[in-house]
Every structure is written in C-alpha cells, then in structure tokens.
C-alpha cells in the first residue's frame, strides 16, 4: 500500500494563471477528498468525491475552483486565474467507506505559491 | 465560527513525563472525532480516534478521552517522548460521514 500521492508537490505561479493539481488516493479507497490549509491552521474541507461522484461542492472557495474524479480513482483539483491568496497547502485524503472508522488518510499536500 | 478549538498553540513537556493535548468542539452532530499528528512538509498522519458513544480509547502510548456533556477530548501520550514532537490537530465529523473539521492545531515539543 503506497499511500495517497499528490503531484506536484510545489507549484509557483504568477496571478491570474490556471493550476492544476493531481492526488492519487490508496487504492481501492473509494472516497476522495480535498482540503486546504494555510499557515497556523487546521486543513478545510473542500470538497469529496465516492468513487467518481462528487457528492458535496458547496465548500469549494469559489467557482474558481473546480474538482474532478473521472474514473473513480485519481482526483485533479484546478484552480483558475488564480489570486494571491489562494497561495496555501492543498491536501488530498482518502478513505474506504465502511460501517464505522471510514479513517481519512491524508497525502503530503501540495503547496502553491501565487506570485 | 470555529467549531473546533484547541486553545493551546504550543505545548512543552519533557521527556517520560505525561503530555495532555485538549480540544473543545460546539456541534452536537459530531459523532466521530480523530487526532492527526503533522510533522513539516508532511500531510497529517492518522493517530487514533474515539466514537461518541465511548468515552475513553486506548492505543499503546496514546489515549483519547471524550467528555460529551462538556464538549471536551483529550488526548494523552504517556511516557513522551521526543520523536512526538510534532504538531497536533484535533478533528471532528458529523453523523453525515464526510468533511472533517480540524482544530487549529497544538504544536507539542518534548525535550530530552
């Protein structure tokens, strides 16, 4: 089991440019999810996907943000014309829906730095 | 509205002796509430977690305690050590089993 993976895991960037950001969960996870976290808190939820459902998208920041998970199994999280204060650590998690735990394992994030 | 708080950004404590971590929550709904444990430049790792129908869990070293009349858990690390020096956030889900709401984090230090 390799974990949940993020690519890249940094992104610079100039204002008003579009990123795009991969997360591929442990398999077999058949929930994805996405949170931010900037510095000195806890990450925020996003939003999260079952299999390639996306089941709650009210928490996404704005419509510039956008999630998506084709296939039910990588995830790419794009942010469009981006600002400087979406400069933060996007993380991924997964977890297998189960009665009972259904433990979010969180991947090692991807920081995004707008210039 | 923070609905999860640690109100301890930082935390000292030395080696072998016990380190208690706290947190308070304000939503009813939780029903399912979980530690993290984050080194630098790594993602929150899983630690242990506690249903609301319980109010004591226990794993090795770690124990979590949940007070639900009080809105209170904590988390306990007896003897520490200095490998768990590391930043700790408290998270809670609501009955719906989804998002997760994470405290802001107690970073916890322990000194050989």
């Known amino acids: 089991d390799t974990g949940v993976s993020q690519d890249p895991r940094h992104k610079i960037t100039k204002r008003g440019q579009n990123v795009t950001f991969r997360c591929d969960p442990i398999?077999?996870?058949?929930?994805l999810y996405w949170y931010r976290q900037t510095l000195g808190q806890g990450p925020e939820f996003l939003t999260y996907f079952q299999n390639e459902a996306q089941l709650e998208k009210s928490r996404l920041l704005s419509d510039r943000f956008s999630a998506e998970r084709p296939k039910g199994s990588f995830s790419t999280l794009e942010i469009q014309r981006t600002e400087q204060g979406d400069s933060a650590m996007y993380l991924c998690?997964?977890?297998?829906?189960?009665?009972?735990?259904?433990?979010?394992?969180f991947g090692a994030g991807t920081r995004l730095s707008v210039l | 509205d923070q609905q999860v708080k640690q109100n301890s950004p930082s935390l000292s404590v030395q080696e072998g002796r016990i380190s208690i971590l706290n947190c308070d929550y304000t939503?009813?709904?939780?029903?399912?509430f979980l530690w993290y444990k984050k080194y630098p430049a790594e993602g929150p790792t899983f630690l242990i977690s506690?249903?609301?129908?319980?109010d004591k869990n226990e794993d090795g070293r770690f124990t979590v305690f949940l007070n639900k009349s009080a809105k209170h858990l904590s988390l306990h690390i007896v003897p520490s050590q200095p490998g768990d020096s590391a930043v700790y956030f408290c998270a809670a889900r609501n009955n719906a089993g989804n998002m997760l709401t994470f405290g802001g984090g107690t970073r916890l230090m322990v000194k050989p």
């Open positions: 506690i249903s609301s129908i319980k």
């Open positions: 939503n009813s709904m939780f029903d399912y």
């Open positions: 398999s077999e996870h058949n929930r």
């Open positions: 998690a997964s977890s297998l829906l189960t009665s009972g735990r259904n433990i979010q394992y």
